[in-house]
């Protein structure tokens, strides 16, 4: 799906606004190791309270884990076996309203972030069968958390994208 520069302006903040609250709300998750899961979860909770409100985004559906196509597993270019994104937003049973695709990584993971990248990129290709319009890795730090969005092939730099 093909997203306008309003619509991912409208992302990110939605984005930042959530995570926001998630390093108020949940320092105890923050400060410990290996709760990626628990703070992607928490992220979903406060992500979703923001997109109900939001008519182009309040009739799509917000799963994590969704390892699904139809009743086929997601396969992607550099997963043929099956890929498991950790959140997406999106429409269940087609691929018509793939909006967002989003990957987590602590800061106690020492895995590559070029392997949630490049999950994205598959996600995210305008050439693949999924094409989402956003990708958007999002690494937890202690104290702060680091954006990266993707479109398509590349890494979007928010200062190209007008403000809305």
Same mark, same amino acid.
């Given at each position: 799906?093909?997203?306008?520069?309003?619509?991912?302006?409208?992302?990110?903040?939605?984005?930042?606004?959530?995570?926001?609250?998630?390093?108020?709300?949940?320092?105890?998750?923050?400060?410990?190791?290996?709760?990626?899961?628990?703070?992607?979860?928490?992220?979903?909770?406060?992500?979703?309270?923001?997109?109900?409100?939001? #008519?182009?985004?309040?009739?799509?559906? /917000?799963?994590? $884990?969704?390892?699904?196509?139809? &009743?086929?597993? %997601? +396969?992607?270019?550099?997963?043929?076996?099956?890929?498991?994104?950790?959140?997406?937003?999106?429409?269940? #049973?087609?691929?018509?309203?793939?909006? /967002?695709?989003? $990957?987590?990584?602590?800061?106690? &993971?020492?895995? %590559? +972030?070029?392997?949630?990248?490049?999950?994205?990129?598959?996600?995210?290709?305008?050439?693949?069968?999924?094409?989402?319009?956003?990708?958007?890795?999002?690494?937890?730090?202690?104290?702060?958390?680091?954006?990266?969005?993707?479109?398509?092939?590349?890494?979007?730099?928010?200062?190209?994208?007008?403000?809305?």
């Amino acid at each position: 799906m093909y997203l306008n520069q309003d619509q991912i302006r409208e992302l990110d903040l939605i984005t930042r606004e959530a995570l926001d609250i998630l390093y108020l709300e949940d320092v105890v998750l923050l400060s410990r190791s290996g709760l990626e899961q628990s703070l992607a979860f928490r992220f979903g909770i406060y992500f979703h309270s923001r997109i109900k409100d939001v #008519e182009w985004l309040s009739t799509l559906d /917000l799963d994590m $884990e969704y390892s699904k196509n139809g &009743n086929d597993p %997601k +396969r992607t270019p550099t997963k043929p076996n099956g890929s498991r994104p950790d959140l997406i937003l999106h429409s269940r #049973e087609n691929n018509d309203n793939n909006v /967002l695709i989003i $990957e987590f990584k602590g800061w106690w &993971n020492s895995q %590559k +972030r070029s392997v949630d990248r490049n999950k994205i990129l598959d996600f995210t290709n305008f050439e693949g069968d999924y094409i989402y319009g956003l990708g958007i890795l999002i690494e937890f730090k202690k104290n702060r958390y680091v954006l990266e969005l993707i479109q398509g092939n590349s890494t979007l730099n928010l200062s190209e994208v007008p403000l809305i």
